[in-house]
């Protein structure tokens, strides 16, 4: 962990009140406005107190869902202001318009699906904004998505106790696998691109070959 991180779980250990809940509460939010901000870890620590310091499991449930909530609909509101914003200055780009039309009509499984994929969550409440996603629904989906991750990961965290570090390489490794998975997919989806690009350039160069030919013939010497 890097010195701010361990600042802050160290004046976290020292709150068994509502101090404590609200640094909770502000680091799930804070990383959905800064998505290198190690919220997992933090939300881990709490999860450890409920069992070291006997913390409360609703109070620290309650905190870290409020916060995620929080942040996830300020990322929402961000994405819609900047499509507002970008409209009024010029035409969207058709190439935005193709991703924003394709996350409006997958855009509910991306967003329950947001908390299990650290570094890049908010980037889908970004995305829900410029499609102008129902706030209400954005909201609902957040609200699921954050409550599966944080019941799951709070539970593991108070049931193993004071096993913060072991933990803690266990959150690690499953990141790590997430950025694998997610590199392999973008190379996958760039292969397919090129391989589509390449099949579409084929015919033209063909039908270029074709039209050359005849004209070449044309220009010859005649019969003698």
Known sequence: ????????????????????????????????????????????FGAVLITSQEWSFWGVFGAVMAGSVVGSMAAFYA????????????????K????????????????????????IRSLFFVAAGMAAMRPHAVLAYSALS?????????????ALGANFETLLGWVK???????????????????????????????????DTDADGPGEGAGGPGPA
């Not at 994405?79 to 058709?94: D, F, I, N």
């Not at 996350?103 to 570094?119: E, I, K, S």
């Not at 590199?183 to 039908?207: C, H, K, M, N, S």
Request: glycine residues 6%.
């Open 173 to 207: 490794r499953y990141t790590t696998l997430v950025w694998v998975i997610i590199g392999v997919l973008v190379l996958l989806w760039l292969a397919r691109l090129l391989w589509r690009r390449t099949r579409a350039a084929a015919p033209e160069d063909a039908a």
């Open 79 to 94: 994405g819609k202001w900047w499509r507002r914003r970008s409209a009024e200055k010029h035409r969207p780009h058709p």
């Open 96 to 119: 935005l318009e193709r991703l924003v039309g394709k996350f409006d009509r997958h855009g509910a499984a991306y967003l329950v699906l947001n908390r299990f994929l650290p570094g």
């Open 146 to 158: 954050a409550a599966l991750w944080n019941l799951g990961i709070i539970a593991i965290g108070s």
């Open 1 to 44: 962990m890097d010195a701010i991180t361990e600042s802050f779980i160290a004046f976290i250990s020292q709150q068994d009140n509502f101090v404590g809940l609200l640094c909770l509460a502000l680091a799930a939010m804070i990383e959905y406005l800064v998505p290198p901000f190690p919220g997992d870890t933090i939300t881990l």
